[in-house]
């Protein structure tokens, strides 16, 4: 009763409001554009245009109006008068980002009933000094990073909710990363990534639907730097501790009369690494240029990099740590090398004002080759592949439904072999893995007044055939998965700023080649028969429930979620390495995450804002059987899934000559085994950082110092268990690092 008069008083208040009403149209084509969101800037009140480009809002005159859409650019208006017809300019930048909003954001942007949290440019700018990403993604919710080297370069890892980077979908413009066979992307292959993103989007869970493999953990969606944003051209060059140096060069022509625009980037760097012998050396660029017409886009994009550096993939036992926290216990002469190289040409055409169509191909390729000390021999292991792919993604939103439908399809083959030093000429063995990978997804988002429908199914097949050495003397296998992922969910506005999610989604994985082969690089007579056929390790499925609470005000922003992953067949690490330093995985038959997140900023004053975020999380194996001593073990804990992880952060930037920030992550304890046992703990850590740049010449130019692990904590970013004993990664020292932005 009381619900229905105070609906009843807040509809008689607007009727007593001035009625603003009018067209929208293309002023290109004069169309009539739907779904442009009305917002009153001063009451935040909102209404949506119809098919006919109509619009009606209740707000007190005169009323700045702000109309935005997708595919054009916002565009705001001063209302005087009841009557407001507006014309939107079709915007190359906005069309620039359909094929990423479209295929991997959801379709249904932020309000799309998903826990995520998107990294605008501006946070990567202050985030980044080169470190590879998964260092960069510190300190955002529910995510831990450790790097072998104790540095921040080399290889480096991540996780989500505890579960490792195999299980995170990885995509950029699209286009899917995640080696097909190992289901990892080493971000060391491209140095200085961040410097060419445009945002980076973590969504936590399974999310929404995007191509390549699955998003079991959840999604790392990177955007490129766009094209059509203005015309710069900058100078990096930065010195650090661990004799580190970086220099990189980046140009953006901004779009000129012609519709052309270029982008290009290049980078160096080289560190000796914190760890004895663990230094690095890497090279990449990331170049792109683009035609922009009235509703067609045609881009290309390149990038391209090359690592050398002196492996270091070994833990080393808490009590060598204690005399000498720099060991690492392989040769000098372990080494690597590898380059990768992505190649894309994309389409995109705005069919009409309510829809568009994205068609892109890419050939991701990779060939390198490592050293591993196998006593008394050297052995060095090639790897080599090259994969095809297409992503096409369709675009139609009307009347308050919004549908997004793509395909992706990629072949792929990567070959393996592998010589014993000195000779290089007669491999010991040769063997070709191939995979191709079809999948296809449909999204469906419908407003109903406040509230949002959102449906997402994805259907996804994919097979594996091994091809072994011709002197194996084994069959050719082969083997072939097919999925279907069912998501759902609901968003409900209570107000112009405030909104509660819920939503449901069930997603499968294959496992990979390694998991399949027990670890081993080749097969032949000799382990044919230990391994088994190729399903010794079964895909995995996760049932996951989301819900959350968002709010977003021009001081505020918020959102805390629950959620619970209910896992069948989790494809869990065991804790040990294979030969070749790879996680060694089984399944495990029921095991669960559940916990809590909260991710919040609030801007204190203008100049001083304040963020802080926490996940407190529980995680349980129901039966876990260790294959070294053969004991069970029942609601365990699994590895290196800490309880509590959480990140405070201050900035200070008034927008003159100085800004400081300052940042706090705290990592608690976490098992190394699934075992329970007391004595295999990762200790709990906290690192401080903090940041000061001082921008000169009216902000052209600015010079930026950095200190990380201010505190010079001892801790450990990851490890592992041998027998009773822990196996520790450390964690950097105490480090300095100074860049010099020069605008050119």
Request: aromatic content about 10%.
């Amino acid at each position: 009763m009381i619900a229905h008069f105070l609906t009843a008083l807040f509809s008689a208040s607007l009727q007593q409001l001035p009625t603003v009403s009018g067209q929208i149209q293309n002023s290109a084509t004069h169309a009539p554009v739907a779904g442009v969101v009305v917002l009153d800037v001063s009451s935040r009140r909102q209404a949506l245009s119809d098919s006919a480009g109509h619009f009606t809002l209740f707000v007190p005159l005169p009323a700045t109006l702000r109309f935005a859409r997708f595919g054009y650019a916002t565009r705001e208006v001063v209302a005087a008068a009841p009557n407001v017809d507006v014309a939107l300019s079709p915007s190359p930048r906005t069309l620039e980002g359909v094929t990423v909003t479209a295929a991997l954001r959801g379709g249904s942007g932020e309000g799309a009933p998903i826990s995520q949290r998107t990294l605008s440019r501006d946070e990567i700018e202050r985030r980044s000094f080169g470190q590879e990403v998964p260092l960069l993604l510190q300190g955002t919710p529910s995510v831990t990073s450790y790097a072998e080297t104790g540095n921040y370069w080399g290889y480096s890892y991540t996780r989500l909710r505890g579960i490792d980077q195999s299980r995170i979908n990885l995509t950029i413009d699209g286009i899917p990363l995640n080696d097909p066979e190992d289901q990892v992307l080493y971000f060391a292959d491209f140095p200085d990534l961040a410097s060419s993103l445009e945002s980076v989007q973590v969504q936590r869970g399974v999310g929404t639907s995007s191509a390549g493999t699955a998003s079991f953990a959840g999604s790392i969606n990177f955007e490129t730097a766009p094209l059509t944003g203005a015309a710069t051209s900058q100078l990096q060059i930065e010195g650090g501790s661990f004799d580190s140096k970086r220099a990189s060069g980046e140009f953006r022509s901004g779009l000129l009369k012609n519709g052309l625009a270029f982008y290009g980037r290049v980078s160096g760097l080289q560190s000796d690494g914190y760890r004895y012998h663990s230094g690095v050396a890497g090279r990449s660029a990331l170049v792109s240029a683009g035609y922009f017409g009235a509703r067609d886009i045609v881009k290309v994009m390149m990038t391209a990099g090359l690592l050398h550096d002196t492996l270091s993939y070994l833990a080393v036992p808490d009590t060598a740590l204690a005399r000498d926290r720099r060991i690492n216990p392989l040769r000098p002469t372990e080494l690597d090398r590898f380059g990768e190289q992505l190649v894309s040409a994309a389409y995109t055409r705005l069919l009409s004002g309510t829809s568009s169509l994205s068609t892109t191909l890419y050939r991701l390729s990779a060939s390198g080759n490592y050293d591993v000390a196998i006593d008394p021999d050297l052995w060095n292991y090639h790897l080599d592949f090259v994969s095809y792919g297409l992503t096409t993604a369709y675009s139609w939103q009307r009347d308050g439904v919004r549908v997004n439908a793509g395909v992706n399809a990629n072949r792929y083959a990567r070959d393996h072999y592998a010589f014993v030093r000195p000779d290089l000429a007669d491999a010991v063995y040769f063997n070709t893995g191939h995979k191709d990978d079809a999948s296809g997804f449909a999204k469906v988002a419908y407003d109903v007044r406040r509230t949002t429908f959102f449906a997402d199914l994805q259907m996804r097949r994919a097979e594996f055939r091994y091809v072994p050495d011709a002197q194996a003397d084994i069959p050719v296998r082969s083997i072939a998965w097919t999925f279907i992922n069912p998501r759902g969910g609901i968003t409900y506005r209570l107000s112009s700023s405030v909104a509660a999610y819920a939503s449901y989604g069930s997603t499968s994985r294959e496992p990979a080649r390694s998991d399949m082969f027990a670890g081993f690089d080749n097969l032949d007579t000799s382990n044919v028969a230990f391994v088994g056929d190729l399903s010794r390790v079964r895909p995995e499925t996760v049932h996951d429930v989301e819900t959350g609470l968002t709010v977003a005000t021009r001081r505020a922003r918020f959102q805390g979620n629950l959620f619970s992953m209910d896992f069948r067949n989790e494809i869990e690490p065991i804790g040990a390495l294979s030969y070749q330093g790879l996680p060694l995985r089984k399944n495990v038959h029921a095991s669960y995450r559940r916990g809590v997140e909260l991710d919040a900023s609030y801007s204190l004053t203008s100049t001083l804002k304040a963020s802080a975020n926490a996940t407190v999380l529980r995680a349980r194996i129901a039966d876990y059987i260790d294959d070294a001593s053969g004991a069970s073990f029942h609601g365990v804990a699994p590895l290196l899934t800490p309880h509590v992880i959480t990140a405070q952060r201050v900035d200070w930037d008034p927008g003159r000559a100085l800004s400081v920030w300052i940042e706090a992550r705290y990592t608690g304890r976490s098992q190394l085994d699934n075992t329970g046992n007391p004595d295999l703990i990762l200790p709990a850590a906290y690192v401080l950082d903090a940041a000061t740049t001082w921008r000169f010449a009216g902000g052209r130019h600015a010079l930026e110092l950095r200190g990380n692990n201010l505190t010079n904590s001892q801790r450990y970013g990851s490890g592992y268990g041998s027998g009773n004993t822990p196996y520790y990664y450390v964690l950097p020292p105490l480090s300095i690092f100074a860049t010099l932005k020069l605008g050119i």
